[in-house]
């Protein structure tokens, strides 16, 4: 039977790596796969999936009005849905998908980060962890050595964002990953480049 | 480092037996562990752990204004704390013990359900599942022999229900435990003992 | 489909408590399962799968020369095969389980230990390591606090063996578990009772 | 304290691109890692690890005469060891490396595949399956669409081979990757193209 996976990370773990690693498994066996990404992420371009060895690929975009089950139900033919940046879909998106992999028989794997620069739940995370029939750490390390979870937001000077949107991809702010230990006791991230 | 795990299931999976077991491995060594449950759930009386297979055993209660970083900040020798239902755990309670982990150096265990009787998650456990630096499924199975996910409600004739409060223990309720599938399709599902 | 799984840990985790725990679930769904432990284990009896947290139970027992697939080719309306010691099977009857699981479809749980007294690889384990489709770690501690992956057997006074035959059960050996850096390190082991 | 992970597959799955991806996740931020594979897999060359995504990389070679223990000891800043084709190891170098784990405190990442094409271990993937302190799968499909977990070597006619030598990597012999049920009912694996 078809399950629904979510695979998180902290950002900058690799996830849109294992992702098309994933896509290439299936074509390579001539099975048809659809991916997407979220429209709310063109750090890349829009509709644009990158890994930062350097592979990318052009992908459908989904957007919060996008009905997931609405589409698959019309699906023909297809091996497996992976969604990048499934942190953006909202908890209804959620609920399609993982009655789209139960009911239609579709696999869905989606790749996202579990917490914001706050630590707090993404919805459509918390509804992925809730719902998923598989989860699945993909591990990257903070600049102490150990392993990073969160995703501390920082200003043009390397200087913690502690309030603010919870979506902020334009701009000045970046992101950096650390561990909760970093996290709690705010020690300053080390400035490095993450182009 | 001490870490914050997050071991879930359905309902019915053995999440108190496993919890009973490692309280045990410490003791074993000499250890010392503080063992809670919550005092919403006193189905088999207030403060006790009861495994299906027999053994139980008095703990300590919880209730949502308990201050777990400040009592756990005084707490001398502690090897580890294991907390039941822990699906009744506030956020802020989630961030105190994740925080406990990480700062105080205090390993976490947390056993409880992801989801409600609808499929919707329980405020803590989704910051559990946000914040959790192990996450671990207890399987169990559904009456069809697939993985249990849900935790359907059913009145006193067997009789699913759909709406109401996301806790009920007391009454005529009771709960099944149910995968994705049946839990979609509305299966009845098989009216069985599980006092 | 049905799988073969394998649920290893150090010697007094807990894996007769969780498969004793399994057994129940689907029993309490009205469903046949067989549990097996292995002849050569006799410390609690012949034939009997002991918690350390007080249930036991009778079960079939395996020596090497039973034939898996032939016995569970003529079984009826079985839902899942238990196997505890699972380190005591020869190569060829994990295989013949694995068989089993993938050819008769017959989910197969097998529990043991991987390692000797001497971190060597027991032949069944190692097979069962090589072709089981899910394998999970159930986890205990070293007196030191860091998880344990090793049984080291020592003395009658608590000196550690570091020679002898793989299989030593009688007399006045005991077995304690540590974990990788107090194994190579030599740490002397505490003295507690294990009985 | 650092850890021995092993993170197996069937061939064609990912491993390079996962072990890459940790490389750069290291790197990123300026620490030193080294990398090993295989001098016996010359498949891209010698000493290359390649992504079948495209990244390919220039790496060291190891030998069944390299001691890594050794080596390791005299290592400084050093803050990972990866390896590739890891089922090509000695069980003794398995042991030199979790030992440097454990008593030089270098986390050690080997990737590999369990099983040749009769199903039968690797003696290196054997310790490795049996020492390592984290084992995790890297999930690819078989043409059926089941988890694959064998890798079944054909001939240039497409036509399986079940005798022969455990390493052939020359030659017309090629390698597809199958399920359990179809390795199991010798289903003849379609002919596609793996370069």
Chains 1, 2, 3, 4 share one sequence.
Not at 48 to 67: A, H, N, Y
Not at 102 to 112: Q, R
Not at 123 to 140: H, N, Q, R
């Amino acid at each position: 039977m078809a399950k629904l996976y979510f695979r998180y990370s902290a950002m900058n773990a690799g996830k849109s790596t294992a992702l098309l690693q994933v896509a290439h498994n299936y074509e390579e066996h001539g099975r048809v796969v659809r991916l997407f990404t979220s429209a709310i992420d063109h750090r890349y371009g829009v509709g644009i999936i990158t890994s930062r060895l350097g592979p990318q690929r052009k992908v459908e975009v989904f957007d919060e009005v996008m009905d997931f089950y609405a589409l698959l139900a019309q699906a023909q033919e297809l091996s497996c849905v992976l969604l990048d940046e499934a942190q953006f879909l909202t908890p209804e998106q959620v609920r399609q998908l993982h009655r789209a992999a139960h009911v239609l028989g579709i696999p869905v794997m989606c790749y996202g980060i579990r917490s914001d620069f706050r630590g707090e739940p993404f919805p459509g995370s918390a509804y992925l962890l809730t719902l998923a029939d598989s989860i699945e750490e993909i591990k990257t390390i903070c600049a102490c050595g150990k392993k990073a979870t969160f995703n501390v937001r920082i200003d043009e000077y390397g200087k913690r964002i502690v309030e603010g949107e919870q979506i902020a991809i334009e701009g000045d702010v970046r992101y950096i990953q650390q561990c909760a230990q970093c996290f709690y006791l705010h020690r300053v991230p080390p400035l490095f480049d993450l182009t």
